[in-house]
């Protein structure tokens, strides 16, 4: 596991921002109009006059898709945490439209899991570094991996993740009234890294059609065709997060933070296939070949927020709780996840 990381941390770190348009699109037929009328869909369908634009969102949402998964919040952990959850992410406009019914959407998605852990410095005996207390220090561990070609007909679907944070408690928390009804977190600063990877491999296209009048002219990519889409990010944010816990059962926590991303989004086409018409017969050919890729923007300010129930809470920390945390960051960027944390 060791190795992989590292090799997929060193190809990110490599390829960040990269840009390389290849993408091929030709349609023959013995049709002017048929010509015409399916490159228009097909490059409707994945995207092609705006590939570019298509792969960076798909790069800016693989990079929010995991924030805030290797990490808690308010659980108020005084000697370990663990936990695990589950989310996704788009970018760009929905109203440009999410769903594709052949090819590729119109804006970047993204999906990861996240199994962490967490061990708070607070019972070690450890020197201070000057103004540093490493006892108000929490270093945390995460890791995902998946890899499925039967979720779905005709797709294989792999996710990684790995990541390592540390969060120091710079400002103490108190308790607000000194009955427990209140309890404030502090304020905490956050950092690390999260390296990540997503692929998904359409192995056969479904049919493309176009029409004109009473006239259909379909695409069908071989069965030997595909069409790859991969996103890698290797993330580093910079938070600063507080936290509240109401009558011990409901938290709240907040942040605010800038996250220096790097990595790209790819996509590698090999789709061949015949071209049919009806009534009027055509005969054919079209193909999407090639590939293409794109990075993240770079640097992005992110805002996150989330509810945690406490469904087993002590007095100073909360041994069962389950969590959602939503996130939302500069140029239209939006991941959610959720998942449950135990704490002592």
Same mark, same amino acid.
């Given at each position: 596991?060791?190795?992989?990381?590292?090799?997929?941390?060193?190809?990110?770190? *490599?390829?960040?921002? +990269?840009? &390389?348009?290849?993408?091929?699109?030709?349609?023959?037929?013995?049709?002017?109009?048929?010509? +015409?009328?399916?490159?228009?869909?097909?490059?409707?369908?994945?995207?092609?006059?705006?590939?570019?634009?298509?792969?960076?969102?798909?790069? $800016?949402?693989?990079?929010?898709?995991?924030? !805030?998964?290797?990490?808690?919040?308010?659980?108020?952990?005084?000697?370990?945490?663990?936990?695990?959850?589950?989310?996704?992410?788009? =970018? #760009?406009?929905?109203?440009?439209?999410?769903?594709? &019914? =052949?090819?590729?959407?119109g804006v970047g998605f993204g999906a990861q899991g996240s199994i962490m852990a967490g061990m708070?410095?607070?019972? *070690?005996?450890?020197?201070?570094?000057?103004?540093?207390?490493?006892?108000?220090?929490?270093?945390?561990?995460?890791?995902?991996?998946?890899?499925?070609?039967?979720?779905?007909?005709?797709?294989?679907?792999?996710?990684?993740t790995f990541g390592m944070h540390a969060q120091y408690k710079f400002l103490e928390g108190k308790?607000?009234?000194?009955?427990?009804?209140?309890?404030?977190?502090?304020?905490?600063?956050?950092?690390?890294? $999260?390296?990540? &990877?997503? =692929?998904?491999?359409?192995?056969?296209?479904?049919?493309?059609? +176009?029409?004109?009048?009473?006239?259909?002219?379909?695409?069908?990519?071989?069965? #030997?065709? /595909?069409?790859?889409?991969?996103?890698?990010?290797? /993330?580093?944010?910079?938070?600063?997060?507080?936290?509240?816990?109401?009558?011990?059962? *409901?938290?709240?926590?907040?942040?605010? !933070?800038?996250?220096?991303?790097? #990595?790209?989004?790819?996509? /590698?086409?090999?789709?061949?296939?015949?071209?049919?018409?009806?009534?009027?017969?055509?005969?054919?050919?079209? &193909?999407?070949?090639? /590939?293409?890729?794109? !990075?993240?923007?770079?640097?992005?300010?992110?805002?996150?927020?989330?509810?945690?129930?406490?469904?087993?809470?002590?007095? $100073?920390?909360? *041994?069962?709780?389950?969590?959602?945390?939503?996130?939302?960051?500069? #140029? !239209? $960027?939006?991941?959610?996840?959720?998942?449950?944390?135990?704490?002592?």
């Amino acid at each position: 596991m060791r190795k992989n990381t590292l090799l997929l941390l060193i190809s990110t770190l *490599l390829s960040a921002n +990269a840009v &390389s348009a290849g993408i091929s699109l030709n349609v023959t037929t013995n049709d002017t109009t048929a010509d +015409a009328l399916l490159k228009a869909e097909i490059e409707k369908q994945f995207q092609v006059p705006k590939m570019g634009d298509f792969l960076k969102s798909m790069a $800016n949402a693989q990079a929010i898709a995991s924030k !805030g998964q290797g990490v808690s919040y308010a659980t108020e952990q005084s000697l370990f945490v663990v936990g695990g959850g589950f989310g996704a992410s788009l =970018s #760009g406009d929905p109203s440009t439209g999410f769903s594709s &019914s =052949s090819g590729l959407p119109g804006v970047g998605f993204g999906a990861q899991g996240s199994i962490m852990a967490g061990m708070s410095l607070s019972k *070690l005996p450890l020197p201070a570094l000057g103004p540093i207390d490493l006892k108000r220090l929490t270093v945390f561990v995460n890791y995902f991996g998946i890899s499925n070609d039967s979720l779905v007909s005709n797709l294989t679907v792999k996710a990684n993740t790995f990541g390592m944070h540390a969060q120091y408690k710079f400002l103490e928390g108190k308790n607000v009234g000194g009955i427990g009804i209140l309890n404030w977190g502090g304020l905490a600063f956050t950092t690390g890294f $999260n390296v990540s &990877s997503n =692929s998904v491999t359409y192995k056969v296209g479904q049919s493309i059609t +176009a029409n004109s009048g009473s006239q259909t002219y379909t695409w069908t990519p071989s069965s #030997g065709s /595909s069409l790859t889409l991969e996103a890698n990010s290797f /993330s580093i944010p910079l938070e600063v997060s507080t936290s509240a816990r109401l009558l011990y059962v *409901l938290s709240v926590f907040a942040g605010v !933070g800038v996250d220096i991303n790097f #990595g790209k989004a790819s996509v /590698s086409s090999t789709l061949n296939g015949p071209v049919t018409g009806s009534p009027v017969a055509v005969t054919g050919t079209a &193909s999407l070949t090639g /590939s293409e890729e794109q !990075g993240p923007s770079f640097g992005q300010m992110r805002f996150f927020a989330g509810p945690q129930l406490n469904l087993v809470p002590l007095k $100073n920390t909360n *041994l069962l709780s389950i969590y959602a945390q939503g996130n939302v960051s500069t #140029g !239209g $960027n939006y991941g959610v996840h959720a998942g449950a944390r135990i704490a002592w």
